[in-house]
């Protein structure tokens, strides 16, 4: 069991993240590879990963370099997920080459005690091969973490209105009293069931930064060493209604229709009423009908070009993806 002892200062200073956390997601995303776990409420961008990772040059780079470094259930590095990665996805891989090569060194040989400097993830210590790593994280980002950037916002602008409502009727007592059935209140020491350690972290008026995961799974999980600021990364409630959605062509199509909805996600990119034409494999007279009717509904803009026609989202119609994926 995890626990982690406030005082009054701590409780003051205890937030809520405001976005996701990019650098806690990846980490959280590499375990899901690693376990059947949980794969019902990420089924679909399970398989979408796996197709995008497959046979490619990234794939190889999560198998033999990502995932050992990162294995599921036990520690992983402190200096993967730095507190810069609450001002994003730059600012966190910034802060990972600027760790101290003495503390890369020491945390890895935490994932692999026995092989100490034989082990080839020693070699991260090196400016070098630590910006390969870094570009590495930043393909993975990119590749399999940006699809879903609208579900895992839409999940936690909804827990955070939740929390808010927590804590605006029962103060920080109330907000740390619905963080989930694994996490336990009792004041002045959140505990954390059945976690992989058991120990006690001592806040010393430092805060917690409260982070909500769209990958994480079940285990809430902390910086393994104290004395780093704090934060609390916990799974927020999945259930199975949660994934109807989870393609947002589908979702907007049981608003507007099938072909209307395929209509209006070909214009995220931007598409001719020719190409939106083959997409769809309706006749361009049809296409011209959905694309009036979407503008009008200020859904998409229309620009011409020569003898072509450029469909493109609107705010509005971005939004609607967005919130429906």
């Known amino acids: 069991m995890l626990r982690i002892h406030f005082g ?91 760790a ?46 940006s699809p879903v950037a609208g579900q895992m916002r839409g999940l936690l602008d909804s827990e955070r209105a939740l929390r808010a409502r927590h804590l605006l009727d029962g103060g920080v007592d109330g907000l740390l009293r619905g963080l989930g059935p694994t996490i336990q209140w009792r004041p002045p020491v959140l505990s954390v069931i059945d976690h992989v350690d058991d120990r006690d972290v001592h806040l010393d008026g430092r805060g917690l930064r409260i982070v909500p995961s769209y990958f994480c799974w079940q285990q809430p999980v902390t910086m393994a060493d104290p004395g780093l600021p704090q934060v609390l990364v916990y799974p927020m409630p999945r259930t199975a209604e949660d994934q109807v959605a989870a393609s947002s062509e589908e979702a907007v199509a049981a608003l507007i229709g099938g ?3 395929t209509v209006l996600a070909a214009c995220a990119a931007g598409a001719t009423t020719s190409e939106i034409a083959r997409r769809a494999g309706v006749s361009a007279g049809t296409v011209s009908y959905h694309t009036r009717t979407l503008r009008e509904a200020g859904l998409i803009s229309s620009r011409r070009h020569a003898e072509t026609v450029l469909h493109t989202l609107t705010r509005l119609g971005a939004d609607m ?3 429906t994926s």
């Open 100 to 145: 101290p090569k003495r503390r890369v060194t020491g945390e890895i040989t935490q994932i692999e005690p026995r092989r100490r400097h034989a082990s080839p993830l020693h070699t991260l210590a090196t400016p070098r091969e630590r910006r390969v790593l870094v570009e590495t994280l930043r393909a993975y980002h990119s590749a399999v973490i």
């Open 321 to 323: 993806l967005r919130h």
């Open 8 to 98: 009054e200062l701590d409780l003051a200073r205890t937030r809520l993240a405001d976005a996701p956390d990019p650098l806690w997601e990846i980490a959280s995303s590499l375990h899901r590879f690693q376990t059947r776990r949980g794969r019902w409420a990420h089924g679909r961008w399970h398989a979408d990963a796996v197709r995008t990772l497959r046979g490619s040059p990234l794939g190889r780079a999560v198998r033999t370099l990502l995932l050992p470094l990162y294995p599921r259930a036990q520690y992983f590095p402190d200096f993967l997920t730095p507190g810069e990665g609450e001002a994003g996805l730059g600012a966190g891989l910034e802060a990972i080459l600027a």
């Open 259 to 261: 072909s209307r909805a």
